[in-house]
């Protein structure tokens, strides 16, 4: 970009030149060299800025060159340290910027890693730089966490039960959005909680929760099923004996812990405020039991992890058919939200983020408890129009072929009833089974028929001559399903294999559940509607990953968190990229991945294929293995008193 192109697009009205061509010197601005020198405390080396920009109490900097390498970064750190030294107190946004190409590096305040803003990728307008320094705009996930934590014991000490908490903050959060917005707020503190105070001083209990209730009909206006979804919130929340039995001073109370300890530390507006909302929803998620015990809710990092897996971005439609609290249609949306703001201006990418929360975000949901989660989920994420719906997932083939996904996540039932299962997949099921309590398939059911519905619309296509189009389906599984050899689910292998690629499957942590279901788990990755037989004959290669260690421990009262180095790193985000990586190259790594053909009749699992590692092995893993194994028999049923009974559990 050129610099009139700069000085354009950033602002003419707001360039600040000092000398001829339009440059900025500091020598002048301090009146002499030796003014300089007394100011920054030695001689510069440089002293004459591309591009000035000043706005109020906030510069921008921009330093031109035709391609910017890392030692351009201590040429524009000297002029920051100018900037500070000549104009004290002001807030700086530093600029590199190619004129060969559109690349540009954005520093907030200091030229360092730690204040590079990485999502700063296009040059953008003055009024854009002045909103990154918004008192009213901070992060701190530490804090939320935290604040979480006691916000919990909070409602504990109020006696809101557990399975109506997250229900409950969730509403309450939407009502203070809510406020905030009408009273015209721009910073939250003391004095906006005062005032929030002061009109609930006003209220009854009664109008109090109608008052709750009037923000939900508002957010919800327009949406698909308005009513029904307003009837849920009620009946999950405002109605709640609990609920209605809380005084004013407790309302108070709780709505001050909410603004004051939680939403002042979410900016809404940026990808990582959208990130924090969801980590602290999910923690009041995990006291939320469904009918079903093996039916869990998803952690955040595994939706993460499976949302880079089937590489979502703004482009993609995706979908969730049975989509619980949304949690994958969440994670989703965050990171189409943020992959909007990529190599585009902050009006282009909320322009795109509309798009995003109006077409690519679909769900269905059959249990209301977890609908009405979820409805309060996407509305908390600003979606009140998200197309989500009530029912099950083998009624709405309509709904889905109206969604017409690039991409399809979930964490179907394990133990769904065979009464809601369509006649026509039980075709092989025994009489027993299909009298039974529980799905024989252990969720393979649900991969199968959306299978058929991504083949059935792409038999339409052919009819139309149009090209077939290729859906990623990525699926959390009971191991049973990859391990098992029993006549149901080694027919359900072998009917998806027919009009669907098996691309991988993800041995994950024994405890991922934790403190929910104890089942274990593998993510299966699918590309519906490309047979795993190729056209020549031959098998398409699967990948096999062993991950079943995510950097994550077991904490009282905390469930399963996670872990840092020395650095304050991630160790879940290194593990986390080593397993896309190790995918993405189809590696085959001792005692962490392998790749195998496979057909239905085999074991699905990277334990099958892969070699072990001898050097890294100790006694306390043999035992630990011992004892899994151990576990997952008694699990099954398989163990009894007389130790010549242990038998394979697969019909």
Sequence with gaps: MDRTAIINTIGIDYHTPNIEGGEYSYVQEAGSKESLIRALGRTPEHF???IRFEREDVVVLVETKQIFIEKDELQLAEYLQEERALHYGKKIIAILANTKNDKIRVWKSVIDDKHLLEGETVMDTMEHYVSLFD??????REKVLKNTYALNELLHKKDIKESLRSQFVGTLLLHIKDLVKKIGATKIDDELKDKINALFELKSEKEIRAGIENTLTELLDGSDNKTKKIELLQRNVLTDQKVR??????????IDCILLDIYRYIDTDSSEGQDILNLFFIAFNKYTGKADKNQA????HITEFMCRLTEVDHTKRVLDGTCGSASFLVQAMVKELADCRKGHTEAEGKALQKKVKEENIFGIEIEEKAFGLSVTNMLI???GNSNIKLGSCFDHKAFIATADPHIILMNPPYNAKPIGIPNSYKDSWTAEQKKGTADPTKGLVFVRYFSDVIKSLNDKRKANGEEIKTVKLAVLLPLACAIGTGKQITNEKRLLLENNTLEAVFSLPAEMFYPGASVCACCMLFTLGQPHIKPDGTTRST?????KDDGFIKKKNLGRVEQFDEEGNSKWKAIEDEWLDLFERKAREDGKSAVEKVNGDDEWLCEAYMKTDYTKLTAADFQRTLNNYLSYLVKEGN???????????DE
């Design 48 to 50: 004459k800025l591309d």
């Design 135 to 140: 008192a009213n705009k901070q992060n701190d």
């Design 245 to 254: 039995a809380l005084k004013k001073t407790d309302w108070i109370e709780i």
């Design 297 to 300: 809710f998803t952690p955040d």
């Design 381 to 383: 994420h600003g979606d």
């Design 543 to 547: 990948f096999f990953g062993y991950c």
């Design 639 to 649: 163990v009894y008193e007389s130790s010549d009974s242990c038998v394979d559990g």
